[in-house]
């Protein structure tokens, strides 16, 4: 018998094409929603890392501002007269719990002060003032403190120490669940994960962090690890070490075990998927546009510009310019950490004198405008007059005084700006700390 082959025909080929598409669509089918929900949980992941940074990052610059205090008056002479920076630190130290204590010693102290043997050791490289600006940092993992360390000298010559106690557990108060701070070196500074411990360093499974982020020169980013997954972003360091915050994740965790049995939706679990997709990818976008001002926590400018298209009752409100005084020479005197301290003091103030129905934007560096519900010159006066006298009045250093222009909104909005603006600059010119309204 004769054997002999024939050719595949168009339908049998077809077949086998269809075969192939169908086992990539199933494989597409799969995989992409799985990569999909992977993906945003990552994302949330990174979010929280990110707040994470921003905490930690927040509580450091508040640490360099305070350290400044060594290059002011009153610690320089603080040996001759300690009264004024004892007070000061009072003031500091009052209804916070991130400073354990702010003291001086001198660059010989007695014993009678704790780790008072650690300070001395510095003598020699402070002894030069160009060395003025470096700090140094000591961590005394029993008592849960890292001790920041800066020079203090009277007239070049280096006269003692500034030491600032920080409760290390304060720096990641606001972590949440299993984020961790640690340096290069897997040593760790805080930790509100279940299975590793503040002040030691990494053990066991977790050693292999340490050799993953040593090869990385991204800021941030993350690594599969096998059983976890790490989300991470470097930091300021907290001492000599490079500083990093990461989330440790259950690898497991990134994908519901029930996710496989809605795959057998089909088509209409897809729809809603993408339904979805869309909704939280317009709800990402319109999350961008944000109406407040971060540091003030008052309206920003771009929620003033959508206040100026609204159409306003005429005669229903007055506007005033609010500017701080000298706002720059606060700045030049005590850097500009304790300057944005000053901005949220003050819009604290504004904030706690006005009503619901009125405004409140920061508009520029130290301006702010603030819109008062009222038919009445002498209520808008006394709103602003109080705010003024609060501002004048706080015992919190440095003091401030501001000074304002008010005028009423008629037809314009923004002309109405315009003149209490040119109010303000009156007031300024007469000799500040003062409120002028339209004539």
Known sequence: MLLHYNRLTNASINIEI???????????????????????????????????????????????????????????????????????????????????????????????????????SYNHFYKSP????????????????????????????????????????????????????????GFVYGSSHPNIAAFDSLKGEYQSIVEQLSRTRREAGTMNLGEFTLVYKKAEPLGEKKTFVILLVNSDTLTPNYFYAFLFLGAFAIGISYYLYLVRHDKRELSKITYQDELSGLYNRHYLKKVQKQTLKENAYFVGMIDIDHFK?????????????????????????????????????????VMIKTDSKEVA???????????????????????????????????????ADALLYLAKNNGRNQVKDAA
């Open 130 to 185: 160009l060395n003025a600006q470096h700090t140094q940092t000591v961590f005394f993992p029993k008592k849960g403190l890292v001790t920041k360390i800066a020079p203090i000298y009277l007239e070049k010559k280096h006269t003692g120490y500034l030491l600032i106690d920080v409760n290390v557990s304060e720096m990641v108060a606001n972590f949440r669940h299993n984020t961790i701070l640690m340096n290069e070196d």
């Open 329 to 369: 020479l606060v700045n030049d005197t005590y850097g500009h950490d304790i300057g944005d301290q000053v901005i949220k003091r003050v819009s604290a103030m504004i904030k706690s004198r006005i009503r619901i129905s009125d405004y409140a934007f920061r508009v520029g560096g130290e301006e702010f405008v």
């Open 18 to 120: 269809r075969s192939l598409l169908l086992v990539l669509a199933i494989i597409f089918i799969i995989n992409t929603p799985i990569s999909y929900i992977k993906r945003e949980k990552i994302e949330d992941h990174a979010q929280q890392v990110d707040a994470a940074y921003e905490s930690y990052k927040l509580r450091k610059n508040l640490i360099s501002s305070y350290l400044n205090l060594s290059h002011t008056i009153i610690a320089s002479h603080y040996f001759g007269n300690p009264i004024p920076f004892e007070n000061t630190v009072q003031q500091l130290l009052a209804e916070q719990s991130l400073f354990k204590s702010i003291r001086i010693i001198s660059n010989e102290p007695s014993h009678q002060f704790a780790n008072s043997e650690i300070p001395p």
């Open 381 to 419: 006066h006394s709103i602003f007059e109080r705010i003024r006298k609060d501002i004048a009045n706080t015992n919190t250093v440095p003091k401030v005084t501001v000074s304002c222009g008010v005028s009423p909104v008629e037809h314009c909005l923004q002309q109405s700006i315009k003149s």
